[in-house]
Nanobody, 120 residues
Framework: QVQLVESGGGLVQAGGSLRLSCAAS????????WAWFRQAPRRPRELVAT??????TYADSVKGRFTISRDNAKNAVYLQMNNLNPEDTAVYYC???????????????WGQGTLVTVSS
């Protein structure tokens, strides 16, 4: 009922920037919470950033470098990543808590992931 499509990953050198996008489609009544997670090899998945209404949160490791934003008209969320370093290398996943139309079910939905590789 809800699908997420991510894009924007790639290979970048340390100090560079990338912008990730995540677009939601389907029978959406509302998206309650947007979040970005990331998972690096041999490391647990970690929460990078969230946006709920007008409030944002960030992991300490990305504060001042990453910015999460929404476009409600497009049902999309973005993650602007600046001053990347090799420790940011991971698969980044978009995640939403959504309410679907008609039934008003609450769903937790994950995107397919997009790979970000930062070289030193």
């Amino acid at each position: 009922q809800v699908q997420l499509v991510e894009s924007g990953g790639g290979l970048v050198q340390a100090g560079g920037s990338l912008r990730l996008s995540c677009a939601a489609s389907g029978s959406i009544f509302s998206i309650n919470v947007w979040a970005w997670f990331r998972q690096a090899p041999r490391r647990p998945r970690e929460l990078v950033a969230t946006i709920v209404l007008g409030s944002t949160t960030y992991a300490d490791s990305v504060k001042g470098r990453f910015t999460i934003s929404r476009d409600n008209a497009k049902n999309a969320v973005y993650l602007q990543m600046n001053n990347l370093n090799p420790e940011d290398t991971a698969v980044y996943y978009c995640n939403v808590n959504a309410t679907v139309r008609t039934t008003y079910r609450r769903l937790e939905v994950w995107g397919q992931g997009t790979l970000v590789t930062v070289s030193s």
